[in-house]
Every structure is written in C-alpha cells, then in structure tokens.
C-alpha cells in the first residue's frame, strides 16, 4: 500500500524567511496530494491541493510542486508570518478504490518566530 | 461552509467503559472517516464508510467498530476502553474519491 515520508518533523524559521516542507510517496498510482494545516485545539485544514496532471500551484504565500517521477511534493510558504506556526501534514491518494483514502505524513510542526 | 461537528472536545473514561464518539456532516457527504492522531505518529485511519451502513476497517480498527445508520452521522465506538486507546480522535467526511476531507475539531479522550 501508499507509504508517505514527510520532512522535517519540526522547523523553526524567522518571520519573514521561507519554509520548505518535503514529503516523498512510494505508490506511483497516487494522484491526489493536499497539504493540511493544523492549528492548536482545531482539527487539520486543507490549505492547498494539486493533482498529478499539474506540477505546481500557488495561493498567495503558499505553493506546492510536484515531481511525479521522482515520487515527491513539497509546501512552499514564502514571507513567514507567526500565525502560519502550526503543524503540517502532507497526503496522498489514488482516485477510484476505497473511495480516495488520503495516507499522511507523520506531520512537520513549523515555529515561526517574530 | 462544510461542517463537521464532533459531540465531545474532552472526554475521561474509565477502563472497560462502553465509550461513543460521534460526529456529524451537514454538507451532505457520502464518504466519513475517523481518525486517530498521536504525537510522532501523525494520522492514523481507523475506520470509513462510503454509504449509509457501510464500513470498512482502516489501518487500526482493532479494538473499534463504528456505526453509520444515517448519512450525516458516523460514531465511532470503543467497545471496552482501554489505558492505550488514549488519544485525539479526528472525523472527516468527503464528496467522492480523492477529494478534499473536511475535519471536525476534534475529541481528546483519556482513558483512566
């Protein structure tokens, strides 16, 4: 079955630098790859998706790529802001079959001090 | 705006208790997850269910089972609680395959 990697476990950055959270993937079937961040005493939320037909996307400070051949995707958060300190999980799913389970990373918990 | 609703932030049990998590989706959704979240091992999927009734077990379903008897609703069930079973527990819900799940807040159970 789909085995997500996810690095680091915790990074701390300066406000104002950018964070770069990578996360490695071992089934090649898997298309469908959201980024969820979890705030304390709150439930993950989806802050950016993409699907493997797309190598990059971006909102604002956040972008994620994808390399389909190397099997990997990263979260990219420009200009750091204390209130992006939170934890970060990555995840990855096959369309069709067990109705898109996602599988996660072990989450990167991300410090961002002023 | 999507709207998972768990019933309990906090809940304290005592071993061999008949514990009930619920949760409820008001978005109409057809698939439902729980999760169970501990520090290091990120999240873990316990069971799901595609439709009214249906289950399936996830990655750790023992010592669980789950009940689905309408749509919005899917509760989660620790049949005799135990020491070890102390954790976060997350539900989802979600439209379809690979799609965006949707987290309720979450209810952190100690078993005592």
């Known amino acids: 079955g789909e085995n997500v990697e996810q690095h680091p476990s915790t990074l701390s950055v300066q406000e104002g630098d950018s964070a770069v959270i990578k996360c490695t993937y071992s089934d090649s079937a898997s298309n469908y790859f959201p980024w969820y961040k979890q705030e304390l005493g709150k439930g993950p939320q989806l802050i950016i998706d993409i699907r493997s037909n797309v190598g990059e996307k971006k909102d604002q400070r956040i972008a994620v790529t994808l390399n389909k051949t190397a099997k990997h995707f990263s979260l990219h958060i420009t200009e750091t802001q204390p209130e992006d300190s939170a934890v970060y999980f990555c995840a990855a799913s096959t369309n069709g079959g067990s109705q898109g389970n996602l599988i996660f990373g072990k989450g990167t918990k991300l410090s961002v001090k002023p | 705006d999507v709207k998972v609703t768990q019933s309990s932030r906090y809940l304290v049990k005592r071993t061999g208790e008949k514990v009930f998590l619920e949760c409820v989706q008001d978005?109409?959704?057809?698939?439902m997850f729980w999760y169970r979240q501990d520090p290091g091992l990120g999240l873990r999927l316990i069971y799901f269910?595609?439709?009214?009734?249906?289950?399936e077990k996830g990655d750790i379903p023992e010592g669980y089972s789950v009940s689905r008897e309408k749509k919005e609703r899917f509760s989660l069930i620790l049949e005799s609680a135990s020491t070890n079973q102390t954790s976060m527990y997350l539900c989802?819900?979600?439209?379809?395959?690979?799609?965006?799940?949707?987290f309720g807040a979450g209810t952190r159970l100690s078993v005592l």
């Open positions: 978005m109409d959704h057809e698939n």
């Open positions: 989802a819900s979600s439209q379809g395959a690979a799609n965006i799940q949707y």
């Open positions: 269910s595609y439709d009214v009734k249906m289950k």
